[in-house]
């Protein structure tokens, strides 16, 4: 069986944003390839430490942050999907360590995300923020996932596993991991050809980013449904007076458009042609903010249905599982590289 692998970090709560375009694309994924395929979902919770964060909430967040995945429609009972924390499978940290020694300082210094972040936040940047895309690495290839469902700022970090793979294979002449498939053919699998990558609600220009300090420019999964449809009433949209879909000069119209469309199942292009030739912006708003507070109704009373013990539960199951698998990876490359005969 392939593996189909993707983690979220949930040190921050996450946005309908992260909902839209990670989570639910994933599930359906997995509705999609659980009869076929390994479904790996992971917490990457020791990537949580590459920027500041209140450690005395990570545990929590943890649990809720599976919670989410679960209330997101994540069929824990199919014997193919796994779920599991980063932390609790030590063969991460080893293998990254092993990657480390096999990745030139040079490629590793060319991940832009590395320099975004550190150009604003420069008193906050750690060794382990520089490290983190070789221990995403890690968590690819220890599974030999072929599909990584990820937003398009991490395609960058997919290429650069693609190379540790290869180089490392081609160094010991062996078959140690299996490559992840290509940008192309990640979009293709993932059917997000054109992506999907909502924006703020206050500068639509800009992704929804969770760690966003305007609470106005994003709606958060915890977000009180009622404050959450009045986020969208005030959203910025423009002057020009027609509903029309143009992500570049329109981009706050579209947004919406985008939203709508991703609540209610359907097609961008069936919203479209139901908005075509409307000048009245409030009536797309009342639309979309209508659907966002029911959404976030719906999803959050399913979230706390979901009890503690029921999700320790469920990782348990998931973690004996990625420890069997993660420790006879990291047995056979550490033969290769002469820790074992």
């Not at 009433?233 to 570049?248: K, P, Q, Y």
Request: charge should be negative; glycine fraction near 4%.
């Amino acid at each position: 069986m392939q593996t189909i692998l993707t983690g979220v970090r949930v040190n921050e709560e996450p946005t309908i944003g992260n909902f839209l375009g990670a989570y639910a694309p994933m599930i359906n994924l997995s509705r999609e390839h659980a009869d076929d395929s390994q479904i790996n979902f992971f917490v990457p919770d020791l990537h949580s430490f590459t920027t500041p964060i209140d450690h005395s909430k990570l545990y929590g967040q943890t649990i809720k942050g599976i919670k989410y995945y679960i209330a997101a429609g994540l069929d824990t009972n199919n014997p193919n999907v796994h779920i599991y924390r980063q932390s609790r499978v030590p063969a991460h940290a080893e293998l990254s360590w092993i990657l480390d020694c096999f990745t030139p300082f040079g490629e590793a210094s060319r991940m832009t995300q590395f320099k975004e972040k550190g150009a604003e936040h420069p008193d906050a940047v750690t060794v382990g923020l520089f490290n983190y895309p070789i221990l995403m690495a890690a968590d690819i290839l220890l599974y030999d996932a072929k599909y990584i469902p990820l937003g398009e700022d991490q395609f960058q970090h997919l290429e650069l596993a693609r190379n540790i793979a290869i180089r490392m294979n081609n160094k010991f002449n062996e078959e140690l991991f299996t490559l992840p498939a290509p940008e192309k053919e990640q979009i293709k699998f993932m059917h997000l050809e054109n992506g999907i990558r909502i924006r703020s609600l206050t500068d639509p220009t800009k992704k929804m980013s969770k760690s966003a300090t305007n609470e106005k420019s994003k709606i958060l999964l915890c977000d009180d449904p009622e404050q959450a449809a009045k986020k969208i009433m005030s959203a910025t949209t423009d002057s020009e007076g027609v509903v029309r879909f143009d992500m570049i000069n329109q981009p706050g119209i579209s947004n919406l458009m985008v939203i709508e469309a991703l609540l209610t199942n359907r097609d961008i292009q069936d919203v479209i042609a139901e908005r075509a030739g409307q000048t009245n912006y409030g009536d797309l708003k009342r639309q979309v903010a209508n659907n966002v507070m029911h959404f976030l109704a719906n999803f959050q009373e399913r979230v706390n249905a979901i009890s503690d013990d029921d999700v320790e539960a469920i990782l348990q199951k998931g973690e004996e599982y990625a420890n069997k698998v993660a420790n006879a990876k990291l047995r056979q490359v550490q033969r290769a590289v002469g820790l074992y005969r």
